[in-house]
């Protein structure tokens, strides 16, 4: 900044103004920095539980959808079956 202060400070009309550094920078060794347990965890644990809602809510979606399925589910709701369409039709002769 304080050689170059004419560029962070076009505002100065190329001018450069006085920067006075108040501290000297300084740097501490801390050693190697090694991620967080919550680092490492977070993201499998986010991914699992959102795997296990999303099948959660898909096998409840198929088990509470309204649909007819079958003949004997009819014939359970007190029905009378006139007619069936066969899931696959006959080999042509």
Do not use: C, W
Not at 29 to 41: D, F, H, M, N, Q
């Amino acid at each position: 900044m304080q050689t170059r202060s004419a560029e962070a400070f076009p505002q100065f009309g190329g001018q450069p103004p006085e920067i006075v550094a108040l501290d000297d920078p300084s740097t501490v060794a801390i050693g190697p920095v090694y991620p967080s347990l919550r680092s490492l965890v977070d993201f499998p644990l986010k991914f699992g539980l959102g795997l296990a809602l999303g099948l959660a809510l898909a096998f409840a979606a198929h088990a509470l959808d309204p649909a007819i399925r079958d003949r004997e589910e009819v014939e359970q709701l007190g029905l009378h079956v006139i007619g069936q369409i066969p899931k696959s039709s006959p080999p042509p002769n």
